[in-house]
């Protein structure tokens, strides 16, 4: 019911009636667009991502976009702490086990997909002699969903992998 008129009026042409209800179809087409979308994407991760089959550990694998890579994650303790810097150690095979290559640059972010924001440090990345990567500075800095975004970077194309996990 439009608030500047009677339940019987009718609306015109230039009627503040008419501008209140095309603002309030507007918003309620808006908010069920939003629906349609964001609906069927709850509760879902990427496919590449894996978690390791026993409850509660601190291992976790998965492949790259492309299929090119296996990335094992360790966290140094997991779940990771919350509002405590934490890091995690990676080791990176290429899909048919054999090491990655040692020029293969590495960039790791991470994000709470359904608040829309991350983390608020810049971790540090460091490869090991080993050929392994030791990842220092991360903050995750509250509770809920959070999405590390691996990039394997090749010739300058970055190659992702999604971890997943709830604090």
């Known amino acids: 019911l439009c608030p500047y008129t009677t339940l019987f009026r009718s609306v ?12 309030k179809i507007m ?3 808006s908010f069920l667009l939003c629906l349609v979308v964001w609906i069927p994407g709850m509760g879902c991760r990427p496919e590449s991502v ?16 492309s299929g090119a890579y296996v990335i094992t994650c ?3 303790s997991y779940p990771p702490p919350k ?15 054999s090491p990655a290559r040692s020029d293969l640059q590495i960039e790791v972010d991470a994000d709470m997909p359904t608040h829309g924001h991350g983390i608020n ?7 090991t002699p080993d050929g392994a990567y030791e990842v220092r500075g991360l903050l995750f800095h509250m509770g809920g969903l ?4 691996i990039d394997c970077v090749e010739d300058g194309i970055p190659d992702r992998a999604t971890l997943s996990f709830t604090l």
């Open 12 to 23: 015109a042409v230039g009627d503040p009636c008419l501008v209140w209800n095309q603002k």
């Open 27 to 29: 918003k309620t087409a």
């Open 50 to 65: 894996t978690e390791s089959e026993m409850p509660g550990t601190s291992v976790q694998t998965c492949q790259t976009a």
């Open 74 to 76: 360790e966290f140094s």
């Open 83 to 97: 509002n405590e810097h934490c890091s995690m150690h990676l080791t990176i095979q290429q899909t048919d086990g």
């Open 121 to 127: 440090t810049q971790p540090e990345i460091e490869r």
């Open 146 to 149: 959070w999405e590390v975004y």
